[in-house]
Every structure is written in C-alpha cells, then in structure tokens.
C-alpha cells in the first residue's frame, strides 16, 4: 500500500493535525501566502502516494475552495497515486437545484472542478441533501453523519423530558435518528422562507411542550434566521430550556447574539467549523472513514 500523508488545508489544520495523529500518518501544513489583492499562493514539497486533503470550506468560502483545488491540483501534478479530500463543510451544498427561474445548481460545478483538480473521493459531513450528492456523478462522495455524535453530546447534558425538534421538513430524519439515540420523540416545524428575501417563517405546532428541554438540530446554522423563528414558537409554547445543534455552525454576521437574544440556551456544534461553538471533535468519525477506506491499522 502507499503511504499516506495528510496535507493541511489553511482552513482546518488542527482536525488534519488530529486526523493525521489517529491515522499515524505524516502532517504536511502548506506554507500560505494571500496576496493584497486576495489570492492565495500555497508552497510544499512533492508528495508521493496517497493524499488525504483536509479543508473545510466555510468563509471565505470561494477562497477555501480554490485552495483545496490547488493543493490537490499540487499533489496530481507531483505525481500522487490517489487523491481524497475531507471537506467536512462543502460550501454550494445548498445549492443543488435552481431554486428560482435563472439559477444555477452550483455544487455540481464544484463537483467537476475538484475532479478536474485530480481529486478522486470527497469525504464531507452532514451533507445537505441526497440530491446535491447524487450530482457528484464523476467522482465519489462519502457522507459522515454527526448525528451519533451529537446526539453522544446531548447524552451527557442532563435534559429534562427532551423533545429534539427539526425547524424543517428537510431536517426530519435527522431529528428521528437522533431521537433515537436519546430515547425521546421529534417534531417536525413548517417552516416558509422566502426565496427573494430569505425570510423564514414557522407555524405554530399543535403541541404541549411545556416544561420540555427542546434540542434543535440543524444541518447548518448560517443567518440564525431558520433557529430563531424556530425558538420563538417553542418559547411560545412553553419550552423550558432550548439548545441549538449543528454539524455546520457558520453563524454569519451577529447571528449567535441574535439567537441567544430569542432565547436559546446554549449553541453546540462540530468542529468542521472552528470557533467558539465547536464542543464536538469529529477527527475520531473521519479517521475511521479513512481507515475503512485505505485499510490501515489505527495508531
Ligand atoms: C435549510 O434547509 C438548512 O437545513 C438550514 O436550516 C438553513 O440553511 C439554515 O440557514 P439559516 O441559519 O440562514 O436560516
């Protein structure tokens, strides 16, 4: 087999750096110049065997992007044997139709760039949807959920009767799965957004919550706007405490002030994006992927 190395993405070098420990495989951290006009130029030495690419792609997202695509472009051209990248978050995930007349289904334009750029796998987590991996045709896809994980989290939050609550449809496996792992019950919200403004707006539920902790779980939280008009029905039906989990917690702008504000407790996500939020590791569930995958012995 061909060693394996895992080369650090600007974005996400402490989970390379940790995958890299569990898989007892060497670290390269490319050295990262940007430029005043905002390019990025990337420098390392000539890898040989498999490279495993670790880059999450939150903002800037276009940045991160095409970093990822010029390291593996890097690692094709110095001759690799094979090409994986983790991209714990995959930016344009969302955009896999074209929602309004005129639109694009951009994440299968990212899908053809990173295979143009040599990449042979993509490892991500949480993906949005099934149809936004259904349109990575030329290279592979493989989805880790944090749904086990954060669910393991929630395990050791001492809850009172929780309810773990999705503020949409689209969120409703995720939310009975982990409804599973804590031996509770899910709701399901309605909920609207506007696809010019981006407002969101939930209906009411015909549901006696009160006195239960509420946990909402999302794939992403990005303006808060989906999380907020989703806490301010279940404070408006009597919940008592109300957590706001995610795989991908983006948090634009004021966003978590603005979602403490309508009264959430406490927001908890993973490490795919690194920041304040982050309380849950995902380099154990990535490490075991790329074990699968390449058929090595854990360190
Ligand atoms: C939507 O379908 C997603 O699952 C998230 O609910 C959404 O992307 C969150 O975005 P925001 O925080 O801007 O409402």
Redesign the pocket.
């Known amino acids: 087999m061909s060693p394996i190395s895992v080369l650090a993405g600007p974005a996400s070098i402490d989970l390379a750096s940790n995958v890299s420990k569990e898989l007892n495989a060497g670290l390269v951290i490319p050295e990262l110049r940007v430029f005043p006009d905002g390019e990025s130029k990337l420098r390392f030495p000539a890898i040989k065997g498999t490279c495993i690419i670790v880059q999450s792609t939150y903002p800037p997202t276009d940045r991160h992007l095409l970093q990822t695509m010029m390291i593996a472009r890097k690692c094709a051209e110095d001759g690799a044997d094979d090409i994986c990248t983790v991209i714990p978050y995959l930016a344009y995930a969302?955009q896999d139709r074209p929602f309004l007349e005129g639109e694009l289904a951009t994440i299968s334009l990212v899908a053809k760039l990173l295979a143009a750029s040599g990449v042979k796998s993509v490892i991500t987590v949480d993906m949005?949807s099934q149809l936004g991996m259904s349109l990575f045709s030329s290279i592979e896809i493989v989805n880790i959920s944090s749904i086990p994980l954060l669910a393991n989290h929630a395990k050791g939050m001492r809850l009172n009767n929780p309810l773990v609550v999705s503020?949409?449809a689209?969120?409703a496996q995720r939310v009975s799965e982990f409804a599973k792992h804590l031996d509770s019950d899910s709701l399901v919200l309605k909920k609207y957004r506007n696809r010019s403004t981006g407002e969101?707006t939930i209906e009411d539920p015909d549901l006696d919550i009160r006195g239960r902790d509420a946990l909402l779980v999302?794939?992403?939280?990005?303006?808060?706007?989906?999380?907020i008009a989703a806490t301010e029905v279940l404070r408006r039906k009597g919940a008592n405490r109300v957590y706001a989990m995610c795989a991908h917690a983006l948090l634009l702008g004021d966003?978590a002030e603005k979602i403490t504000k309508a009264g959430v407790d406490e927001i908890i996500a993973t490490n795919s994006i690194p920041n304040q939020f982050s309380k849950v590791d995902l380099s154990h569930a990535i490490s075991e992927q790329l074990l699968r995958r390449y058929g090595m012995r854990s360190s």
């Open positions: 969302r949005h503020p949409d689209g969120g969101v999302d794939d992403i939280i990005s303006s808060g706007g989906s999380i966003a």
